[in-house]
């Protein structure tokens, strides 16, 4: 079983819609979540970083975190072409180490 | 704030030959560097782990010495690529760890450096 695991997609939603990205984990005991947004031929961008069970809300984006259930997702609220990228997640292993573990990522395509 | 820097943007080069990749944090002091590479379609794969002052951990399967890395201030990780091949041409990007109040352990990223070796 991989460590992060993502849906590879293409995740394809019209303009304005909410885009839900979903992510699991395998080690129970990791405790920071991040969502990177990547662009082709560009280096990852930090979106959110979570920590605990949840929400979290920032403008459009929203990191939701369950780890009884190890998964954390990503919604995008009235979402727009420029989002049109690859979603990252990345998991820190645990024991303080602060090294993450990064998902294969889920393509996201808005179309107008 | 967080920004990082990387140097060359890309890099064609012969095969054989040394190349060697700068990685800058502008507006902090990162003690911990990371650097990956990241194949066309493919997610990151973390290389090693790069803290000042000391040597870094590599993760397995990477060759150290292939792969060298020098952390030798708080601003500053170079990666040198040593008689690199065509198998070797990949992006390569370093990211640094803030540690500051809530943000205690994100990492943010260089616009990474695409190396093609011919």
């Known amino acids: 079983q991989k460590e992060v695991e993502q849906n590879s997609g293409p995740l394809s939603v019209p303009e304005g819609a909410i885009a839900s990205l979903n992510c699991t984990y395998s080690?129970?005991?990791?405790?920071?979540f991040f969502w990177y947004r990547q662009y082709s031929g560009k280096s990852p961008e930090l979106i959110m970083s979570?920590?605990?069970?949840g929400d979290k809300e920032d403008g459009r984006f929203t990191a939701q975190l369950n780890k009884a259930s190890q998964y954390v997702s990503l919604l995008i609220r009235d979402s727009q072409p420029s989002d049109s990228a690859t979603y990252l997640c990345a998991v820190n292993r645990p024991g303080g180490s602060y090294i993450p573990t990064f998902g294969r990522g889920t393509s996201l395509i808005v179309h107008p | 704030g967080a920004v990082v820097s990387q140097h060359p943007s890309w890099v064609i080069c012969k095969s054989g030959t040394s190349v060697k990749i700068e990685c800058r944090s502008l507006?902090?002091?990162?003690?911990?560097m990371f650097w990956y590479r990241q194949f066309p379609k493919q997610s990151l794969m973390l290389m090693a782990t790069s803290n000042e002052g000391s040597k870094a951990t590599y993760e397995q399967g990477v060759e150290k010495d292939k792969f060298l890395i020098n952390h030798a201030s708080l601003t500053l990780s170079t990666l040198t690529v040593t008689s690199a091949h065509p198998e070797d041409s990949s992006f390569y990007i370093c990211s640094a760890r803030v540690v500051s109040g809530s943000s205690y352990n994100e990492q943010f990223f260089g616009p990474g450096t695409r190396l093609t070796v011919l």
């Open positions: 979570i920590y605990s069970n």
């Open positions: 080690d129970r005991g990791s405790q920071s």
């Open positions: 507006d902090f002091q990162a003690t911990t």
